[in-house]
C-alpha cells in the first residue's frame, strides 16, 4: 500500500480486485471466535490460515470481486445532455 503511495497511484487495497482484505478479516474473524473457545490457540491459527488461504484462492478462480464506490455511479446519474 505505501508502495502504491509513493508511485502516486490509487492503493490495490481500494481498487476492485479480488478481494484481498475480506479474505483476511473473514480469517481473523474465524480464529478470534476459535480462540474464544475452548479450542487451542495451535488449532485456531491452523483453522484461520486455511481459511484465509482457501477464501483468496476461490476468489482468484472464480474471479469474485466486490462492488466499488465508481460501480454503477455514472449509470444512475440523470442525463444532462437537453441542457
Given amino acids: 500500500m505505501i508502495g502504491d503511495v509513493i508511485c502516486n497511484r490509487v492503493p490495490s487495497l481500494f481498487r476492485p480486485s479480488p478481494m484481498f482484505a ?3 478479516f ?3 474473524w474465524i480464529f478470534l471466535l476459535l ?3 475452548p479450542a ?8 484461520g490460515i486455511v481459511v484465509v488461504v482457501a477464501f483468496r484462492l476461490a476468489a ?10 465508481g460501480e454503477g455511479v455514472a449509470d ?7 441542457a
Fill in 22 to 24: 475480506t479474505c483476511s
Fill in 26 to 28: 473473514v480469517g481473523s
Fill in 35 to 37: 480462540d474464544a473457545w
Fill in 40 to 47: 487451542t490457540r495451535s488449532y485456531a491459527s491452523t483453522v
Fill in 60 to 69: 482468484l478462480r472464480f474471479k469474485w470481486r466486490l462492488p466499488h464506490v
Fill in 76 to 82: 444512475d446519474l440523470p442525463n444532462n445532455d437537453a
